[in-house]
Each structure stands twice: as structure tokens, then as C-alpha cells.
């Protein structure tokens, strides 16, 4: 199975997804050159694979291309980010 990130710009969102399904999420705001992630998700079914890690890494990167600050007001992601 592969597992692709993809990130919904207009929906501030970033999903997780196998073989076509949708296995977990991540939502964030930005505001004031500030990305807040604010919501991680995984499928009960899904977790321990990473998943949410690697939603977590895209969004970082995505705000460093963009040139904002990254906090996370969601404790999974907090937690991620605080390990770097």
C-alpha cells in the first residue's frame, strides 16, 4: 500500500491517503505569517505507521517555502514539533 500526502490549499488541509482512501487529516489556519496547526487526525485503524508524522513534516514544509512561523495549538503536532 502506498501512502500519499496530499494538501488542499483552499481548505487548509492536508490528508493522508492509501490507495486512494482517505486515512487521516490535518487542518491548520494561517494568520499574521503564523501557520497554527490545529488538527491531526488518523483512522483508529491506521495509527503507528507515521501517518500523522508525515502530515506533520508536509505541513512544516510547506511553511517554510512560504516563509511563516509554525506553532500548533493541536497537542500531537505541538509534541512533533517540540522534538526538532
Known amino acids: 500500500m502506498s501512502l500519499e500526502i496530499r494538501h488542499d490549499r483552499c481548505a487548509a488541509r492536508f490528508t493522508a491517503e492509501?490507495?486512494?482512501a482517505e486515512v487521516g487529516e490535518l487542518t491548520y489556519v494561517i494568520d499574521d505569517g503564523t501557520m497554527n496547526?490545529?488538527?491531526t487526525f488518523v483512522n483508529p485503524d491506521q495509527r503507528g505507521q507515521?501517518?500523522?508524522t508525515k502530515m506533520t513534516d508536509a505541513a512544516e514544509a510547506f511553511a517554510r517555502a512560504e516563509g511563516l512561523k509554525v506553532i500548533a495549538t493541536c497537542?500531537?503536532?505541538a509534541a512533533k514539533i517540540a522534538e526538532k
Do not use: F, L, R, T
Open 50 to 52: 507515521g501517518i500523522a
Open 75 to 77: 497537542s500531537y503536532a
Open 18 to 20: 492509501k490507495d486512494g
Open 37 to 39: 496547526i490545529n488538527h
